[in-house]
């Protein structure tokens, strides 16, 4: 298998985002790249993110310590990503999720005590492209981007399809997953 070829970022889940991201905004001096009323990403290097943040929905749980959502470890090709996939399916390790996110493209694991592992590749050769897509219009409107199907891309991938093909941005599926997630915030919004 091969190793991520750096460790990347650490997202964190909070009831108050502003205040969670003051704080790390003054630790760490961060550059914020891009920002929701519910996600704030940033950077403290050349690296496109060191840290996300996102917000939880709903009433604040009383406890010490916020849970950790998730670690991320780079890889430096989608070769390099699809061999840890098939490493991790070998032991029935599959992905809880599958994420083009723009930027990246992801595979999201659970470990046993359900932390957060992230493996990605990014999509772009350097760091100031992928910071460039993080603060446009398209990015900005939807940090998330769109689910995309492992097996797929590791069909396509083994069969020499390009990286740059099977990573490819596909506008319509992340315009898709914003409808698809406004929809359901407006279902679970209280009617009067
Ligand atoms: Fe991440």
Known sequence: MPRPARFAHVVLQTFDLK????????????????????AVIGSYDEEHHRFAFT???GEKVESFFN???HVAYAYDTLGDLMAQYKHMK?????PVESVNHGPTLSLYYADPD???????????????????FMASPAFQKNLFGYYFDPEKAL?????????????????EAADRHLEAQKAKAAAAAPTS
């Open 19 to 38: 205040r969670l991201v003051d704080w790390y905004t003054y630790v760490f001096d961060l550059e914020v790249y891009a920002e929701s009323p519910r």
């Open 90 to 94: 070998a032991r029935g390790y599959h």
């Open 67 to 69: 849970p950790l959502k």
């Open 155 to 171: 069909a396509d991938f083994e069969q020499g399809v390009p990286a740059e093909k099977v990573w490819e941005y596909d506008q």
């Open 55 to 57: 917000q939880f929905p």
């Open 114 to 132: 359900g932390n957060g592992v992230e493996f990605f590749v990014d999509r772009f050769a350097t760091m100031e492209e992928s910071k460039a």
